[in-house]
């Protein structure tokens, strides 16, 4: 039978992110042998070698990696499974909605005020969070929706509700030679040896490599970029936070970028539903 349990996944995580079968066991709070033995019953069960064992710890395997990833998806998901549950139970009427602080503001608003003169619309609760940090809000159960953007953002997994498509700018020092161009292309602002280019987190929340600064939130941007210590590309509804330090200026040839209003795609709630149609009338 090759039915895996949470328990020995939770198991198996932690010696493989340890390396070493003291230390897991120490984290997970149980006795070395009964760890060892749950390892070595999944390994008989599924009939592969999951870890490599010497005197210095243990190593994984090919098999141990893929395993690994599958794991760690597969506890999220019974974590974010379990939330979602308690939510639903506390107020089947309410929604989480994660949107990044300071993003586009002006449609959250219409969002919120149509969708609030719906009746019996849901209460929605916003939950501002991070650069980048939206995705990973939904899928492990702390939102049930989020404004997020195409192609920035990764949206496999996901329904999707288009709300606003933008063209780019880029957001200058006002001081800067470049400030008073009334377009710009990327090459303009690639490669200048005084103003690098923002460095937004990827899918996976690593940053690219790069000599310019690594952005975590919206403040900070508007803060580097005013002390000339960097320039950013965004969607033209920037604009709305920008600073008198600030400049905007059009990006030619650059692609559009559009905001979603975006959900898991196995979602049957009515209150989801519900925000969905007001987007779609929106």
């Not at 992110?17 to 069960?45: K, T």
């Not at 760690?72 to 309410?94: V, Y």
């Not at 040896?193 to 900070?220: F, K, M, T, V």
Request: contains cysteine; glycine residues 8%; aromatic residues 4%.
């Amino acid at each position: 039978m090759n039915t895996l349990e949470t328990r020995e996944l939770r198991y198996f995580v932690a010696v493989a992110e340890e390396l070493h079968f003291s230390r897991a066991a120490e984290r997970l709070g149980i006795a070395q042998p009964p760890l060892s033995r749950a390892i070595q019953q999944l390994e008989r069960r599924l009939g592969v070698t999951l870890l490599e064992r010497n005197r210095r710890g243990v190593l994984l395997t090919d098999a141990g990696r893929v395993l690994l990833g599958e794991a760690r998806a597969i506890l999220e998901a019974a974590a974010a499974a379990a939330r979602r549950t308690r939510r639903a139970a506390a107020s089947a009427n309410r929604l989480t909605l994660a949107a990044k602080a300071g993003a586009n503001h002006e449609l959250l608003r219409k969002l919120l005020d149509a969708h609030a003169a719906e009746p019996g619309a849901a209460e929605i609760e916003v939950l501002l969070c991070g650069m980048g940090e939206q995705a990973g809000m939904v899928r492990d159960g702390r939102a049930d929706v989020a404004l997020m953007q195409r192609p920035v953002h990764s949206l496999a997994g996901f329904d999707t509700e288009d709300l606003l498509t933008e063209e780019q700018v880029a957001i200058l020092p006002a001081g800067h030679p470049l400030a008073t161009r009334t377009s710009l292309t990327m090459a303009d602002i690639s490669d200048l040896p005084d103003l690098p280019l923002a460095r937004w987190p990827c899918n996976d929340g690593a940053y690219p490599p790069g000599p310019g600064p690594e952005i975590h939130d919206q403040s900070q941007l508007a803060q580097l970029i005013a002390l000339g210590h960097t320039v950013a590309v965004t969607g033209a509804s920037a604009r709305s936070w920008l600073w008198s330090a600030h400049a905007a200026v059009p990006l030619t040839g650059a692609s559009p970028v559009t905001t979603v209003l975006a959900w898991p795609a196995h979602s049957r709630s009515p209150a989801v539903a519900g925000l969905v149609r007001t987007a779609a009338h929106l």
